[in-house]
Every structure is written in C-alpha cells, then in structure tokens.
C-alpha cells in the first residue's frame, strides 16, 4: 500500500501548508453548517411522524458541505441510493428465502441498480439502506421502514441544502460586500 500512504502523506502536507489561524476558521465554519443542518433535520422528525429521526440528523452531516455543488451531488447521491436501495429490499422481502440470502441479492440488485440507472455514486448509499431495511430489526412492514427511511433522508437532505444555499448566499455577500453594510457594492461611490 505505498501508493496509498504516499497520497495520504501529501495529503498531510497540503494541510499542514494550509495556516493554522484558516484551518480552525475552515474548520469552525464546517463545524457549524453541520451542526445546524443536523439540527433543523432532526428537531421536527416526531412532528412528522419520522421514527427514526436521527437519520435526518446524519444525512444532514453528510450532506452539508462549504461548497453548494459538492452539497447537490452529495444530496442527489443520498436520496437516490435510499430510494433505489429502499425500494429493492422492500421487493427482495417478497423472495423465499434466507435472511442473509435474501439480504445478499438486495445489496447486489440495489447496487447493480444504480449503475444501470446511471447513478453509479448513489451506489454505496443505496447498499447501505439495503442493509438496513434487511438486517435492522423494526416495528411494522418493510415497506413502512422503506418510506420512513426515504423521508428521513429526504427531510435532511432538504435542510442541509437549505443551509448550505443560505450560507453560500450570505458567503458570496460578504465577498462582494453586500451584506457588510447594507449597501449594493454598485451604489457606493468609488473611493
């Protein structure tokens, strides 16, 4: 593994050429933007009738990123592999067989699935939630797991974007100084 320990070195030293005084800022901003986007998704789950909220709050985490086209790709990616992932498990319940039988042709046909569908990256995710559904025991149907677990993802992958999109608009603001004083940086006179 010296290839992998050569990037990862890199890697280190890219960071370490990074200033401290920016890495804690960096780090502090990433901080909260997730902690907020986990916040928002997590605190009204009960209210919507989600059992599990706390996947909101992960897939919030997951989701937030300083960067909105990082944050869209990661949202696409995690509401496509609970659905694609969802919806084959609930389908591979219906076969006669063992569990973990059965649980092992789910992962392979919600995997496989995403490649075919093109959404290669939802791949991970959409095995993830296979699993989940086959091997976690819970209360009620298959299906009724899969629809929480697909709104779950769906409520935290809404607020990070909605935090993420406010932070990039408040961001973008202060760089081109509409939002230090108040004022259109085109209105103000030239000094």
């Keep these: 593994m010296p290839g992998v320990r050569a990037a990862g070195s890199g890697i280190l030293r ?100 995403c490649w075919l569908l093109k959404v290669a990256s939802a791949a991970r995710l959409a095995g993830i939630t296979a699993a989940i559904i086959m091997l976690v025991p819970h209360q009620g149907s298959a299906e009724r797991m899969m629809l929480s677990r697909v709104g779950e993802v769906g409520w935290g992958v809404t607020m990070a974007i909605l935090v993420v999109g406010m932070a990039t608009l408040v961001r973008d603001g202060v760089r081109r100084g509409t939002l230090s004083d108040g004022a259109d940086a085109a209105e103000r006179p030239p000094q």
Excluded at 45 to 56: C, N, P, V
Excluded at 88 to 94: G, K, N, P, R, S
């Design 14 to 113: 890219r960071l370490k050429a990074i200033p401290l005084r920016e890495r804690l800022w960096g780090g502090l901003a990433q901080g909260l933007l997730s902690a907020v986007a986990a916040a928002l998704a997590w605190l009204p789950t009960q209210a919507l009738g989600l059992r599990e909220g706390f996947w909101a709050a992960i897939t919030a985490i997951a989701v937030a990123q300083s960067e909105f086209t990082a944050a869209r790709t990661t949202a696409r990616d995690q509401f496509a592999g609970a659905a694609i992932g969802g919806g084959i498990a609930v389908l591979v319940t219906l076969v006669p067989a063992p569990g973990i039988v059965r649980c092992v042709f789910a992962l392979v046909i919600a995997i496989s699935g």
